[in-house]
């Protein structure tokens, strides 16, 4: 008997509220990938591309709409003129990248004329966007040298440590973090190595976790980190908990074990349920650090590469996350509620504000080249 064709996939993309998804294949090069756009409101949706080992399609979809979702509230809140959107290559990232496969999926980038700009994440690189670029100009997070912003970990780590900063100031009274323990989870990747630099600086001791140690080495070395097993992070007797590997991680079976006053790091999608987790943090008296506020450097810098980059100019507007931080705490504690719906209200409220009409937008690329100032 045939089997019953059902809805769930439009269905899930209804509940996260999105414009529109595009599926992309290209048997060729093996490309199987999702692309999410949330919203195009406040401009063209901005976000990077995640190549990830999915078990199957529905949970890299589930991915992308959770991830191109969270771009939207980043830009709003971060007060920048993009919408929200994301990738995600279905395959493994040590074994499976080649020249095709990224050109392929940048074809399809190129068919969305300027609707969807892509950048690297999480599997993918600087090098894995130049091969974007040779079919698209709607890429940002390119090398250095062809005019783009390079990696954008470095200002992400800096955005993540104001905003730690912020928390601090609100817990202990002073935005100082010396003699504070910071658990760092995936502190071996990009953006966890930046903020133990940032850290140590400050006097921080670093307690560092990774699921592959000899990228932590360095860190023992340099900044005389400790190194701790990956299971023990969330019952680690520390100040701060900072994720910095992948989402999900404050959940039902982690909350529970954590000794920390506060969660704040770079991971996108922290809490496995954004409305659930949130509470349960605040009544056990943890501060959250909503991850798309203080993650916004990443952002940031990409979308200045739009304007013609200046790194100066994307650090100052990075910095501004601990005001931004600070005011979201001071709406919480005054109106009674999370940090992560101030946050999201805030995100909305801009969104809504600016978006007149129902109708999609469509944007040129003649446009995209104007922002690009090249
Ligand atoms: P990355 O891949 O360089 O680093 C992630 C690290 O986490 C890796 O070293 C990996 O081995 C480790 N890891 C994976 N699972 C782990 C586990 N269970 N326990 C401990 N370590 C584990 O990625 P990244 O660019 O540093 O990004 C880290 C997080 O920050 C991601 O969630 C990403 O979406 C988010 N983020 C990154 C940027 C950026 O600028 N790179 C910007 C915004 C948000």
Redesign the pocket.
Same mark, same amino acid.
């Given at each position: 008997m045939m089997e019953k064709a059902t809805f769930g996939t439009f269905n899930m993309i209804e509940s996260h509220g999105h414009e529109q998804v595009v599926y992309c294949s290209h048997k060729e090069s093996g490309l199987k990938a999702i692309i999410g756009i949330h919203s195009t409101t406040l401009g063209p949706a901005l976000g990077?591309c995640?190549m990830w080992n999915y078990a199957n399609g529905e949970d890299a979809l589930l991915d992308v709409l959770r *991830?191109s979702k969270g771009m939207t509230y980043k830009a709003a809140i971060a007060g920048l003129n993009v919408g929200g959107g994301k990738a995600v290559i279905i395959g493994d990232n040590r074994t499976q990248k080649s020249e095709a496969l990224f050109r392929a999926f940048g074809r399809f980038v190129e068919g969305l004329s300027g609707r969807y700009i892509t950048a690297?994440?999480?599997?993918t690189s600087v090098k894995d966007m130049e091969y974007v670029m040779m079919e698209t100009r709607n890429v940002t997070g390119i090398p250095i040298e062809l005019g783009g912003s390079g990696?954008?970990?470095p %200002?992400? !780590?800096y955005g993540v440590y104001m905003g730690m900063k912020a928390c601090a100031k609100e817990v202990y009274g002073s935005d100082s973090l010396e003699g504070k323990k910071v658990v760092i989870?995936? !502190?071996?990747?990009?953006?966890?190595?930046h903020l133990c630099g940032y850290l140590h600086k400050e006097g921080v001791k670093l307690f560092v976790?990774?699921?592959?140690e000899d990228?932590l080495k360095h860190l023992v070395e340099d900044y005389k980190a400790e190194v701790i097993g %990956?299971d023990d %992070?969330y019952g680690f007797d520390a100040d701060i908990f900072s994720? !910095? !590997? *992948?989402?999900s991680?404050i959940n039902d079976e982690t909350i529970p074990q954590l000794k920390v006053k506060i969660v704040a790091?770079?991971?996108?999608?922290q809490l496995k349920d954004e409305d659930k987790h949130a509470s349960i943090l605040r009544e056990r008296g943890i501060l959250y650090a909503p991850?798309y506020v203080i993650?916004?450097?990443?952002?940031i810098?990409v979308h200045s590469e739009l304007e013609g980059y200046n790194r100066d100019r994307a650090l100052k507007k990075t910095s501004e996350i601990f005001d931004v931080m600070t005011n979201i705490i001071e709406i919480s504690k005054k109106e009674n509620k999370t940090t992560d719906i101030a946050a999201r209200e805030i995100a909305i409220k801009r969104v809504e504000s600016v978006s007149n009409s129902k109708k999609i937008r469509i944007y040129r690329d003649k446009n995209l080249f104007n922002m690009r100032n090249i």
């Open positions: 990077g995640r *991830l690297e994440d999480v599997g990696d954008p970990s %200002v992400t !780590a989870q995936g !502190a071996g990747g990009h953006v966890g190595n976790s990774d699921i592959y990228k %990956v %992070v994720p !910095a !590997a *992948l989402g991680v790091g770079a991971a996108n999608n991850d993650n916004s450097g990443g952002l810098n």
